[in-house]
């Protein structure tokens, strides 16, 4: 494991002066009062890494949150850097930021490059929001995070693709009603050759049984055989008829299926009602949704660390800002939105069918 | 105490060099899946296509050179 023997910064967020902290290899814990410059280290850290730093990304602070990242004291000649040793000497490198926000980096390998990419996807940083996120959070998403940590995001990923897809396959299945085609076809060949017919052999002795009668000289061994005995008998059989019994056994296929549709538009239906029915006993619900929308603002605010002190954003009363976010901790009232949002396109599809 | 855990990307590589060994999967679809996956193509659009694709072309070739012609 790579280890930092030292770390220098000079001019950037808090920072104005040169810091140098001579780590040795070792850990360290810093603690400090507020605005005594502990975050400005580990900002300066997670850009030297990053190339951003996350909470200072957002639509106030531009490029990034390269705006913010010099130190507002030093002049516009002066660069800001971070300078990192490591246990490793080819790592070294100096990452500096100048007046214009250009940025340049002093070690240019690809050594140091492969380095600064395995390290990103390890997921170096952890914030206090980040953690309070987590503490709060419902259990499917505490699972997507740790696999984001581990870097099992991706299996995560294709395994959800590959789960919807079998879903959709599965409901493709069912709503085609295959079975009840096969059944429908499996008693025009029951009706036909007076036996049922599960392989293919079973079906060639039913048929060559069936044409023994017409002296035909064919011995039906494949369904390429059942294509030449059409094309023989055909020839001598009124078409119209033939064409009269295809339409009538297509007819019967077709009503087959429309009973299972309208058994699904019933179901629907039905489920439609009942959620109209339960969503008009809870008007509170109606109300929570309207507020919904409020409320997903002032998430956002708070996440993005816009509001640093202990006061909620909308109503300016001082609050607690881990027990603010987790009053926002909105996934019921989304569950009920989705819920609502499903019913409602239940309805729009049946409307849609008539 | 040194012990070699997978990373994401050699779980799912071992996913897809052993699903052709799954019994009873469907080997076209699979093949499918394993080509999409190596192609860095596996979203949710492209394995749609490609099942309608598989599905045409079964339609059109049964076994043997049989046909629906009703």
Redesign the interface.
Known sequence: MTKIKNLEINGLRGVKENLNLNLNKKSILIYGDNGTGKSSLTDSFEWFYNNHIAHLSTEEISGRGRDALRNIFISDDEDGYVNLNFDDKDLDAKKSIDGSNKIYISNNTDYFKEYILDSTSENLILRYRDLVEFIIATKTEKLNKLQEI??????AK?RT??R??FG??KRTIKSSDYDGRKSARQETILENLGRNAYSDEQLFDGVNDLIKPLKLKIVVK???D??EV?KEISSKEDSKLSDEI?FY??VKEVVSELKEISNTINTEYSNFYNGFQNLQKEPEKIKSLQLLALLKEGKSVLSKDVVEDDYCPLCLQEKSKVQLIQLMNLNNLQKKKNQLMSRQKSLRKLSNSK | MEQKIKSGKEVIDEFFSEILNIEGVDEKTVEMLVKLYSDDKLTDTNIQNELDELKISALKTPKEDTDDKN
């Open positions: 581990i870097g099992f995001s991706e299996v294709i693709i590959l919807r897809n959709r396959i494949s369904r390429k059942i294509n059409i295809n056994v297509r």
